[in-house]
């Protein structure tokens, strides 16, 4: 379905893309500069780091989709803020995945209950079969507001496009930015 959107939309699409290509490249860069740095790499090295480079890269292809208000922007947006609400590590498992910033709130039930608040820029933790003892739960505060945004935008967007295509009739084509949300 087409969408015809406002400047207004078009706006928050653009600000909302930029953060995410922002946040992506930090991520590839944090990746590039750990590969440098720690010297020699193994196949299954070589594996995870590609493994992670695709969730960085997915970050900026949402983001570029956004910018340039592509078909399926908001969606693809959406999954990947919606990756980044909950961290978790248990049973020797752990996956932790930010582009952009983040500012955590979590519970470390290792060895009792501990509250715990983190901040930063781009980061990701992903562990198997490491670490079986550690449990710990957080919720990414700044990616949660992005999830409750998008959704407004995905909402707005739609009432945008009823809005213009009634008052549109009759009118010549082209006058109206799309974007395909479907």
């Known amino acids: ?23 992506g490249a930090i991520g590839i860069f944090i990746i590039l500069w750990a590969i440098y740095n720690n010297g020699p790499l193994t196949e299954l090295t070589v594996l995870v780091y590609l493994f992670i480079l695709l969730f960085f890269s997915y970050s900026i292809f949402s983001g570029t989709l956004c910018v340039k208000t592509k078909k399926n922007a908001l969606r693809h947006s959406l999954i990947n803020q919606i990756l980044q609400v909950i961290g978790f590590a248990m049973m020797g498992f752990a996956f932790k995945y930010v582009a952009g910033f983040y500012f955590t709130v979590g519970l470390n039930l290792t060895e009792s209950v501990n509250v715990s608040f983190g901040a ?42 009823e809005i213009r295509e009634v008052s549109s009739i009759g009118e010549i084509e082209g006058t109206h930015t799309k974007i395909d949300l479907t």
């Open 120 to 161: 930063g820029i781009s980061k990701f933790d992903f562990n198997f079969n490491n670490e079986k003892e550690r449990l710990e739960v957080d919720f990414n505060l700044i990616a949660f507001a992005l999830v409750y945004w998008i959704d407004k935008l995905i909402k707005k967007a739609k009432q945008d496009t």
């Open 1 to 23: 379905m087409e969408m015809l959107i406002s400047k207004e939309t078009k706006s928050d699409l653009v600000k909302l893309g930029l953060y995410q290509i922002v946040g």
